[in-house]
C-alpha cells in the first residue's frame, strides 16, 4: 500500500468547512484512498473512500486531484463533535484481504 | 454504535498473567479484525479471521494467540504479559474478506498491565 503524508495537526472554526489535506505521490493506479476518524480513543469509524472521481456522502466530500497525487477530506460544516484524528489511507482493493494500515493521522481541533 | 460488541471494557491484570479479550461482530459480518493502539505504537493491525479461518497476519507478537468460533465471535488471548501491552485493543468486522468493505470498529477494550 502506498504510503500517505498529512499534517500532523489542523484547527478549524465551528460551522467553517474544514479541508484536511492528503499526500499519496507514489499511489498506483489500483489503489483506493479512505478516510477513517477516531474520536478520542473511540473505535475508528469509516468516512468516505475514492478510486479517481469525487465522492460525497453525508458525512464529508473526497476530493482526488487528477493526477491522484493528493486528495483532499472536506468536512462542509464542521461541528465541535468533529474533533478527532484523521487518517488517510490508500490501499489495494482487489486481492486484498482488508487490512487496515494506519498512520499518524491528522489531529483536527474544531473550536467555538 | 458500530453493532460490534467488545468485552470487557477495561481490564486490569498483572505482568505475567493470561487475558481474553472477546468480540462479537456485527450481524452478517464474517471477517473479524483485531487492532491495538499503543501511545508509542499508534494503531496497529494485529491478526484478521474470515469465517473461522485466518485470513491475514500483522504484528502480533508470539505471545498473543486469537481464534473466531463457529458463530462467529472472535477472541484474542494474550499470555506472559508485561508492561507494554498495555494498550486499547480494537476489534473491526466486515461483511467479506475484502478491502473494498468498510470495516466497523467496536469501542475497544482499554488493558493495563501493572
Known amino acids: 500500500d502506498a504510503k500517505t503524508t498529512q499534517p500532523t495537526s489542523m484547527d478549524c472554526a465551528e460551522g467553517r468547512a474544514a479541508n484536511l489535506p492528503c499526500n499519496h505521490s507514489?499511489?498506483?493506479?489500483?489503489?483506493?484512498v479512505y478516510w477513517y476518524r477516531q474520536i478520542h480513543s473511540q473505535g475508528p469509524q469509516y468516512i468516505i473512500h475514492?478510486?479517481?472521481n469525487n465522492e460525497t456522502n453525508e458525512m464529508a466530500s473526497l476530493i482526488i486531484t487528477e493526477d491522484r497525487k493528493s486528495s483532499t477530506l472536506i468536512l462542509p460544516h464542521a461541528t465541535l463533535r468533529d474533533t478527532a484524528v484523521y487518517y488517510c489511507?490508500?490501499?489495494?482493493?482487489?486481492?486484498?484481504?482488508?487490512?487496515?494500515?494506519f498512520g499518524q493521522g491528522t489531529t483536527l481541533q474544531v473550536k467555538p | 454504535d458500530s453493532g460490534v460488541t467488545q468485552t470487557p471494557k477495561h481490564l486490569i491484570t498483572a505482568t505475567g498473567q493470561r487475558v481474553t479479550l472477546r468480540c462479537s461482530p456485527r450481524?452478517?459480518?464474517?471477517?473479524v479484525y483485531w487492532y491495538q493502539q499503543s501511545l508509542d505504537q499508534g494503531l496497529q493491525f494485529l491478526i484478521q479471521?474470515?469465517?473461522?479461518?485466518?485470513?491475514a497476519k500483522g504484528n502480533i507478537l508470539e505471545r498473543f494467540s486469537a481464534q473466531q468460533f463457529p458463530d462467529l465471535h472472535s477472541e484474542l488471548n494474550l499470555s506472559s504479559l508485561e508492561l507494554g501491552d498495555s494498550a486499547l485493543y480494537f476489534c473491526?468486522?466486515?461483511?467479506?474478506?475484502?478491502?473494498?468493505?468498510?470495516?466497523?470498529f467496536g469501542p475497544g477494550t482499554r488493558l493495563t498491565v501493572l
Open positions: 473491526a468486522s466486515s461483511v467479506i474478506s475484502s478491502s473494498y468493505n468498510e470495516q466497523f
Open positions: 507514489t499511489i498506483s493506479g489500483n489503489e483506493y
Open positions: 475514492g478510486l479517481k
Open positions: 489511507i490508500v490501499r489495494v482493493v482487489e486481492g486484498n484481504t482488508g487490512k487496515l494500515i
Open positions: 450481524s452478517g459480518d464474517l471477517s
Open positions: 479471521y474470515y469465517n473461522g479461518e485466518e485470513r
